[in-house]
């Protein structure tokens, strides 16, 4: 075998769950095969088993190591900042690291194996809004609806990768072939708000409406 080198039998080549994760994040993840992982740490595709059920568990591994990539981590306002500062951050935050790795969308944990240091920020969130009077059920609703923002916005960027929204064009269909009788709809379409503005709206009502809450 010219050129290659075969291993002798003896003990296997021992792997961690990381190198098995930096190994498929530098393969990149379409299309990412578990064999071609194995190949890259020169393993049998058993020995990957041992560290990872399998593809769909190693893509949700990938996709966490990517977004503490990001500075979702490290979203924490200046020293003072209001309860309303704090959720901007983090709202922020949360969707920049989703939005910006919209083909691992399926496979995002947001609330699984979270670094310390995100537990830590997202624990100073909870006490500035528990200080400010919020109950933890109130806390709790906040946060799982920022995660809901951003995983809705970033889905909506998914489906339109490949040009315009597919759902909003249907929806536009809809309302050109009503022949003008419904001129607030068609106004909607022709608006066709963008994203920041969308984003805006939507954390817009979350505080306001966190407000009267208290």
Request: aromatic share 6%; proline share 4%.
């Amino acid at each position: 075998m010219s050129g290659q080198t075969k291993r002798g039998r003896g003990r296997p080549q021992q792997i961690s769950r990381d190198q098995i994760v930096e190994a498929a994040v530098r393969l990149g993840t379409e299309d990412l095969r578990m064999a071609d992982v194995a190949r890259a740490l020169d393993v049998g595709a058993a020995a990957l088993y041992n560290h990872v059920r399998d593809r769909d568990e190693l893509l949700a591994l990938v996709a966490a190591r990517i977004l503490d990539a990001t500075e979702y981590d490290d979203f924490e306002p200046p020293a003072g900042a209001t309860w309303q500062e704090w959720i901007s951050a983090f709202a922020h935050a949360t969707r920049a690291a989703v939005v910006a790795n919209p083909h691992l969308l399926q496979y995002v944990r947001l609330t699984s194996a979270p670094t310390g240091l995100r537990l830590d920020r997202i624990e100073h969130l909870a006490t500035v809004m528990d200080e400010a009077g919020f109950s933890t059920m109130d806390v709790q609703h906040c946060v799982q609806h920022v995660y809901t923002l951003a995983l809705g916005e970033a889905w909506q960027q998914a489906l339109a990768a490949d040009g315009e929204d597919p759902q909003f064009a249907e929806f536009g269909r809809g309302v050109g072939e009503r022949s003008g009788d419904l001129p607030h709809l068609a106004d909607m379409v022709a608006a066709r708000p963008e994203a920041d503005p969308q984003f805006a709206f939507a954390l817009d009502c979350l505080l306001s409406g966190l407000a009267r809450r208290i």
